[in-house]
């Protein structure tokens, strides 16, 4: 088994960075693909942005192309989620994903382990 563990959220204002992290224990050398969602109140789990192992391979949802950065340092398993010019819509609970595929997928499906969620929350 594979256990994810999300943290650094947090309550800032609009047009603020926020940094997550998600590190990997258990059976890590199962873990290929990784990629964080969010869910917002009231709305279905959305895709944010995905990372091959490599890290040379990554994808985002176009709501936060060149503002999200997503990387990984595999030998600390653990993978980030840069997160600069906030706005009130990434209010949501952000998840790490993990897939022992070696490809990205914006399908939460493609994804077998998950952590708990941490909590963004961005005021106007």
């Not at 873990?31 to 890290?55: C, D, H, L, Y």
């Not at 990434?90 to 939460?108: E, H, I, P, W």
Request: net charge positive.
């Amino acid at each position: 088994q594979v256990q994810l563990g999300e943290s650094g959220g947090g309550l800032v204002q609009t047009g603020a960075s926020l940094t997550l992290s998600c590190v990997a224990s258990g059976r890590t050398f199962s873990v290929n693909a990784m990629a964080w969602f969010r869910q917002a109140p009231g709305k279905e789990r959305e895709f944010v942005a995905a990372i091959t192992r490599s890290g040379g391979v990554t994808n985002y949802a176009d709501s936060v192309k060149d503002r999200f950065t997503i990387s990984r340092d595999n030998a600390k398993t653990t993978v980030y989620l840069k997160m600069n010019s906030l706005k009130p819509e990434d209010t949501a609970v952000y998840y790490c994903a993990a897939s022992r595929n070696n490809y990205y997928s914006a399908y939460d499906s493609a994804y077998g382990f998950w952590g708990q969620g941490t909590q963004v929350t961005v005021s106007s």
